[in-house]
C-alpha cells in the first residue's frame, strides 16, 4: 500500500523540550512539506523540500528545523524556541510536474 | 487580507438538500485552485480540482471565475457523509516552491 505515515499520533511535550515527528512516505514523491494547523484555521506551511539534501523555510520556520536526507523521509523537529507549538502538524508530499499534494494522517503535539 | 477566504460557517443543511460554498483569493496570478475535505481530527483529502472551464464528479461541481477571483462548490443531494468541513486551496505562482494556500475551511453539517 502506497501513502504517506506520520507517527506518533499523538505527542506531548514539556515546556522546553525539542521533539522530532517522523514523516515517511513510499510515494516515490520529489516533494515534501510540513504544514501546522490551529483549530479554525487553515494549514500553515512550516517547511518544504523539493529534493534530497535540500530544504526551504515556510512562512512560519522559526522555531523548527528538518531533514532531508533520504527521498522517503522529512522528519520535523520542533525546539524549545517554538514559543506555541501545540497545534495539528500534517506531513505532504507531491510529485515532480503535479499540483496534488497528499497528506499523511497527521500528529497533535501537545505541550504540558 | 487573508490571501484565500471562506465563509466559515457552519452550514446546516437536510439530507437531500443542495448547498453551495464559495472562496474569494486574492492573488490574480494563482495558478491552480481545489477544494479538500478535512474530517473532524483527520487530514485533508483532496475532493477535486478546479478547472476554468469548470468541473463536475456525481453530485459534485466546482467552478472557477477568474474575473472575480472567487471559486464554488456546489454539492447536490446532501448525503450526511457529506458533513465534513471543505476546503479552498489555492496554488501561487512561487513555482519554487509550489506550496499551497489553504483557506480556514468552510463547516457542513447535513441533518437527517
Given amino acids: ?112 | 487580507r487573508k490571501e484565500v477566504e471562506q465563509d466559515p460557517g457552519p452550514f446546516n443543511v437536510p439530507e437531500g438538500a443542495t448547498v453551495a460554498f464559495n472562496c474569494t483569493y486574492s492573488n490574480s496570478a494563482s495558478q491552480s485552485f481545489f477544494w479538500y475535505r478535512q474530517d473532524c481530527r483527520k487530514e485533508p483529502k483532496l475532493l477535486m480540482s478546479v478547472y476554468s472551464s469548470g468541473n463536475e464528479d456525481g453530485r459534485f461541481t466546482a467552478q472557477l471565475n477568474r474575473a472575480s477571483q472567487y471559486i464554488s462548490l456546489l454539492i447536490r443531494d446532501s448525503k450526511l457523509s457529506d458533513s465534513a468541513t471543505y476546503l479552498c486551496v489555492v496554488r501561487g505562482t512561487d513555482t519554487g516552491r509550489r506550496a499551497l494556500t489553504f483557506g480556514s475551511g468552510t463547516r457542513l453539517q447535513v441533518q437527517p
Fill in chain 1, 1 to 112: 500500500d502506497g501513502g504517506i505515515t506520520q507517527s506518533p499520533k499523538y505527542l506531548f511535550r514539556k515546556e522546553g523540550q525539542n521533539v522530532t515527528l517522523s514523516c515517511e512516505q513510499n510515494l516515490n514523491h520529489d516533494a515534501m512539506y510540513w504544514y501546522r494547523q490551529d483549530p479554525g484555521q487553515g494549514l500553515r506551511l512550516i517547511y518544504y523540500s523539493q529534493i534530497v539534501n535540500d530544504f526551504q523555510k515556510g512562512d512560519i520556520a522559526e522555531g523548527y528545523s528538518v531533514s532531508r536526507e533520504k527521498k522517503e523521509s522529512f522528519p520535523l523537529t520542533v525546539t524549545s524556541a517554538q514559543k506555541n507549538p501545540t497545534a495539528f502538524y500534517l506531513c505532504a508530499s507531491m510529485r515532480e510536474s503535479y499540483d496534488t499534494q497528499y497528506f499523511g494522517p497527521g500528529t497533535r503535539l501537545t505541550v504540558l
